[in-house]
């Protein structure tokens, strides 16, 4: 167990719908990291959070949106939803953010099913 | 953007065997290249990682070996076990660890036949 959570675990939804996805870091993190995995396109960065702040930019679609609030945890908002959204969704902590020496630790994922 | 090539995508070894899973990347300021563990159903969960400044690093029955001039390194697994079954993922990350976003390989599936 890594420490991260996220919720919900499964997420089923149909096209053209809005979804928002949940994460909690371990205790003491301050960065967050939200990536996707599909069976196309492997594991991709989206988006990196570090205190409150956008740190980090990866491939992200304009549909989706990112947020982390004051208490550390991140929510992933996905809009406007495709079927090839359907994925899992992991994120990931780590410390600082703003070291190099600094692991990235992921939680569990949501798996999205777009209908 | 970094790229980053893992090969083989399936490899099966006897238990007891030694396994090496390679990656390459095409970035050469990237300084920070970890390996993950995917279980089914789970997230992945590091199991090691090197910086550019070394060119080894050993964990038990787990090494990682760099070199930066080919830019490509490699994951070594030895005296496998059947828990060692899963899919590994190698990374790449340009500013290191916790500072960016990290550009992961394809992914290998390891099979190890008892």
């Known amino acids: 167990d890594s420490g991260v959570t996220q919720t919900p675990k499964h997420l089923i939804t149909a096209t053209g719908q809005r979804v928002t996805l949940r994460c909690s870091p371990r205790?003491?993190?301050?960065?967050v990291y939200w990536y996707q995995q599909s069976l196309d396109q492997g594991l991709q960065f989206l988006i990196q959070y570090y205190n409150g702040e956008e740190r980090a930019k990866g491939n992200i679609l304009e549909r989706f949106s990112a947020q982390q609030f004051p208490d550390l945890h991140s929510e992933l908002n996905l809009s406007s939803l495709e079927l090839g959204d359907s994925a899992l969704y992991f994120c990931?902590?780590?410390?600082?953010?703003?070291?190099?020496?600094?692991?990235?630790?992921f939680g569990p994922g949501t798996r999205l099913t777009v209908l | 953007g970094e790229n980053v090539e893992q090969h083989p995508s399936t490899l099966s070894v006897q238990e007891g065997d030694s396994a090496v899973i390679k990656c390459t990347y095409s970035d050469s300021a990237s300084n920070y290249f970890p390996w993950y563990k995917q279980e089914l159903g789970k997230g992945p969960q590091l199991i090691i990682d090197i910086r550019s400044n070394v060119g080894e690093k050993k964990d038990q029955r787990i090494a990682v070996t760099l070199n930066k001039t080919a830019k490509h390194f490699s994951l070594h697994i030895t005296e496998t076990q059947p828990e060692d079954s899963a899919v590994y993922f190698c990374?790449?990350?340009?500013?290191?660890?916790?500072?960016?976003?990290?550009?992961f390989g394809k992914g290998t599936h390891l099979i190890i036949q008892p």
């Open positions: 990931a902590s780590s410390p600082q953010g703003a070291r190099r020496t600094d692991t990235q630790y």
């Open positions: 990374a790449a990350s340009i500013r290191g660890g916790g500072a960016d976003g990290l550009t």
């Open positions: 205790s003491g993190d301050l960065s």
